[in-house]
């Protein structure tokens, strides 16, 4: 799966639920297929092939990533993507 950038881990789907005989476990085998390649690599692929075709960079990365979800690799959480916001950096700080 190297070959195309993902990876698929392996789980399981669990649910406990009432019935009138008494309480029935449902345990189930789930998938989850992730890409591996990073969201950085992601945006400068996806700038440079809008500025071939003459087109906004910013702007398709923008319809690209909104609404997509994400993993972190420091803590393997999932994060939905609402808007990039291309006026921060890495430098940035966030005041309360």
Not at 12 to 38: A, P, Y
Not at 68 to 77: A, F, G, L
Request: some cysteine.
């Amino acid at each position: 799966m190297d070959a195309h950038n993902i990876k698929v881990w392996p789980g399981f789907d669990s649910r406990l639920t009432m019935k009138e005989s008494g309480v029935l476990l449902n345990i189930d085998v789930c998938f989850k297929v992730v890409r591996t390649d990073n969201c950085l690599n992601y945006m400068n692929d996806l700038r440079d092939k809008a500025e071939q075709r003459r087109q906004d960079g910013q702007q398709a990365i923008q319809d690209a990533l909104t609404g997509s979800t994400v993993v972190t690799r420091y803590n393997q959480k999932t994060y939905k993507i609402d808007r990039v916001d291309f006026g921060q950096s890495p430098a940035t700080t966030f005041d309360k």
